[in-house]
């Protein structure tokens, strides 16, 4: 009975080294679609583990930089300064996959009469120079804007491609997530946020113009596809090389599978053919 104890322990371990696990992390706005994938997967793929947490873009390429993860979610392209990091550690950038694309949706309350508005519009109300919604034909009601933290890539997209890089108005709240975003817009009559596709709930999308001759285009698969819709992107996973072999090549190549971008048409749109793996 005395070595039993040994040989228990030795079988445990070899049994437990035989599952893989997959950390993820990154991206809040990919994050329901990261665990939604996961759990996908593992149900055919008992042996791997993945464990997905959020946190923002920033929060999950500097995981990858530290070794903390294993994929790093994303809703912006890499900077060049988190690339050179990667570099200088490990010797090696990291590897971009596109995942899934996305239509960054405006969010306003369901009440609000407004229903559309310009890239100029929506910048002139975000850096606080438009403060009132009759100025853009709505009531006679303050604009009430919510954003997001400025380790999320969902701010750092909006605030390069609609802010054209303006600093957010001082008054903008600060929401962690943007679950809570659209929560506070679905309560707040006079409110105005940002936010991933995936999110449109209680709150309602306004129709986004290029400019004030172009016609209002509300985020679907088809126009964001086509590019009809102004404001859409590609979402991400970053890997470095080293890491990028066995399971998690595998599940990567999974995601960008025919059976990996229907899950992903559950919360967003799925990549163009050309973009997915064989």
Same mark, same amino acid.
């Given at each position: @009975?005395k070595? %039993?104890?040994?040989?228990?322990?030795?079988?445990?371990? #070899?049994?437990s080294?035989?599952?893989?696990?997959?950390?993820?992390? &990154?991206?809040?706005?990919?994050?329901? *679609?990261?665990?939604?994938?996961?759990?996908?997967? @593992?149900k055919?793929?008992?042996?791997?583990?993945? +464990?997905?947490?959020?946190?923002g873009?920033?929060? /999950?390429?500097?995981?990858l +930089?530290?070794? +903390?993860?294993?994929?790093?979610? #994303?809703?912006?392209?890499i900077?060049?300064?988190?690339?050179?990091?990667c570099?200088?550690?490990?010797?090696?950038?990291?590897?971009?996959?596109?995942?899934?694309v996305? &239509? !960054?949706?405006?969010?306003?309350?369901?009440?609000?009469?407004?229903?559309? *508005?310009?890239?100029? +519009?929506?910048?002139?109300?975000? $850096?606080?120079?438009?403060?009132?919604?009759?100025?853009?034909? /709505?009531?006679?009601?303050?604009?009430?804007?919510?954003?997001?933290?400025? %380790?999320?890539?969902?701010y750092?997209?909006?605030?390069?491609?609609?802010?054209k890089?303006?600093?957010?108005? #001082?008054?903008?709240?600060?929401?962690?997530?943007? #679950?809570?975003?659209?929560?506070?817009?679905?309560?707040?009559?006079n409110?105005?946020?940002?936010?991933?596709?995936?999110?449109?709930?209680?709150?309602?999308?306004?129709?986004? =113009?290029?400019?004030?001759?172009?016609?209002?285009? !509300?985020?679907?698969?088809? $126009?964001?596809?086509? /590019?009809?819709?102004p404001?859409w992107?590609?979402?991400?996973?970053?890997?470095?090389?080293? $890491?990028?072999t066995?399971d998690?090549?595998e599940?990567?190549?999974?995601?960008?599978s025919?059976?990996?971008q229907?899950?992903?048409?559950?919360f967003y749109?799925?990549?163009? =053919?050309?973009?997915?793996?064989?």
């Open positions: @009975m070595n %039993s104890a040994p040989w228990f322990l030795a079988c445990f371990l #070899a049994l080294l035989h599952a893989s696990d997959i950390t993820v992390k &990154g991206s809040d706005t990919l994050v329901i *679609l990261a665990q939604r994938w996961a759990e996908t997967y @593992m055919s793929h008992s042996s791997v583990k993945i +464990q997905v947490t959020g946190g873009s920033g929060v /999950g390429l500097a995981a +930089q530290n070794g +903390q993860t294993d994929i790093a979610d #994303a809703s912006r392209k900077s060049a300064k988190e690339r050179d990091e570099f200088t550690k490990f010797g090696a950038e990291p590897t971009e996959y596109k995942v899934a996305d &239509g !960054l949706t405006v969010y306003v309350n369901r009440a609000n009469p407004v229903k559309e *508005l310009d890239l100029d +519009q929506l910048k002139d109300i975000f $850096t606080g120079k438009t403060k009132n919604w009759k100025e853009v034909g /709505g009531n006679d009601a303050p604009i009430n804007i919510y954003s997001r933290e400025n %380790s999320s890539g969902t750092e997209f909006f605030k390069e491609h609609v802010l890089k303006k600093d957010f108005a #001082a008054t903008a709240q600060t929401m962690p997530g943007t #679950a809570v975003l659209v929560e506070r817009v679905e309560s707040d009559p409110g105005i946020g940002y936010g991933g596709a995936a999110y449109t709930t209680g709150a309602r999308a306004l129709a986004v =113009k290029k400019d004030a001759a172009s016609p209002a285009i !509300l985020p679907t698969q088809e $126009t964001v596809l086509d /590019g009809t819709y404001i992107r590609y979402l991400y996973n970053y890997v470095l090389p080293k $890491t990028d066995g998690v090549a599940y990567l190549k999974w995601i960008r025919d059976e990996g229907e899950v992903a048409k559950q749109y799925p990549l163009p =053919k050309k973009l997915r793996s064989n």
